[in-house]
């Protein structure tokens, strides 16, 4: 049997229970694997991973967050509006936070540092020396990578893959469960076919339907969704 972790989307492990589990076993997203989230943008991906981040928390799994679209002040705020606080467990250390975006960021700290979308290289170092914090005292953390685009955006294609591949490497062997996010037709189409390749679970959204495209013990399945002051509410499937 498949372990799955809650996913903290409202319907998403309903939609995910496999079909022959005789009514024992849970949906939610595969433990120890990683999920490319890709579509447009303003579909709710980011929303996604502070849903996913937050039900980590709220089960004593820590996690470790990297973003590049936004600063974390923005995050920190945007998580608040949807009733997910996260100060107790940023000072309890279990919240890790490594920056990349552009723009003001809060000042460097335990569980948070700075970096920058044009310098894989330290992200990829901060992101290994987190992964091993964050992993030492648990059996099991959760990863966010919001988004891999910009950091695409700002490098060579190639070099990104082999950082992408090391993070990939590092999370499962330590024992996480990642998603990353991509923008749909930010990269050429070649490179966002090898990313594909690199993920266990891929779901795309567009705004109105979450598609599981692929993921380890389930066929496809698709369900609308809506963006709500409370995070994505997915409907029944399609």
Do not use: W
């Not at 309890?92 to 310098?119: C, F, R, W």
């Amino acid at each position: 049997m498949i372990v799955r972790i809650t996913s903290g989307i409202t319907g998403f492990d309903e939609l995910t229970v496999p079909g022959d589990d005789l009514g024992f076993a849970l949906g939610g997203i595969p433990e120890n694997t990683i999920t490319l989230l890709y579509g447009p943008v303003g579909v709710g991906k980011s929303l996604f991973c502070h849903s996913f981040t937050y039900q980590g928390l709220s089960t004593d799994e820590p996690c470790l967050y990297l973003t590049t679209d936004q600063n974390f002040s923005t995050i920190y705020h945007n998580m608040e509006e949807l009733g997910f606080s996260l100060q107790e467990y940023m000072e309890g250390n279990m919240l890790q936070v490594i920056d990349a975006s552009y723009g003001e960021k809060m000042e460097d700290s335990p569980t948070h540092q700075s970096s920058n979308v044009k310098n894989p290289t330290d992200i990829l170092v901060k992101v290994s020396r987190g992964i091993h914090s964050i992993s030492q005292n648990n059996p099991r953390f959760r990863g966010v990578v919001d988004s891999i685009t910009a950091i695409l955006e700002s490098n060579d294609e190639m070099l990104i893959m082999r950082v992408l591949k090391s993070y990939i490497l590092r999370v499962k062997e330590a024992g996480g469960t990642a998603i990353i996010t991509h923008t749909q037709g930010s990269a050429d189409p070649r490179t966002e076919i090898i990313i594909k390749s690199m993920a266990d679970n891929i779901i795309k959204v567009d705004g109105e339907t979450l598609v599981i495209e692929s993921m380890k013990g389930l066929g496809q399945k698709k369900a609308p969704y809506e963006i709500t002051e409370e995070g994505l509410i997915l409907g029944k499937e399609e």
